[in-house]
């Protein structure tokens, strides 16, 4: 049946576009782990630097700080990227079993065309057989 194919195909591009939007949401997850970690570094290396001058230890409060505000909207961002990405997983998998129940259908309905086929055939051969031996016996 044509239909089912179209929207077999249509599920399939569906699929196609969930992955590239789950690809895109781990991306952005990823990337701020990265900042995450790169901001964790700096800070390490700030502190350490620092270390008991008196200057450096002031600039380096209000550097800790602002790494600290940076770091608390970091983590709101990882905890909204983390959705995302689980949200994107579930869309993505509910497309796929779209997508499998749509080519079930159809190779369900393949098979019964084909036994149906078969048995149209069958019952032609039987059909031919019976009237050549019929007239085998007449004649």
């Keep these: 049946m044509k239909t089912l194919g179209t929207l077999i195909k249509l599920a399939s591009a569906q699929v196609d576009e969930k992955r590239l939007v789950l690809r895109a949401e781990q991306e952005r997850e990823d990337a701020i782990k990265a900042a995450l970690d790169e901001l964790e570094d700096s800070l390490a290396a700030e502190r350490q630097a620092a270390g008991g001058l008196g200057e450096a230890a002031f600039a380096y409060a209000a550097f800790g700080a602002a790494a600290l505000r940076r770091r608390e909207s970091l983590q709101g961002d990882l905890l909204r990227a983390g959705a995302a990405v689980e949200t994107a997983r579930d869309e993505l998998s509910a497309n796929f079993e779209r997508q499998k129940r749509y080519e079930i259908t ?32 007449r004649g």
């Design 106 to 137: 159809d190779a369900g309905r393949r098979r019964r065309d084909a036994a149906e086929t078969r048995r149209r055939e069958t019952i032609d051969a039987d059909e031919r057989a019976l009237q050549r031996h019929g007239r085998r016996r």
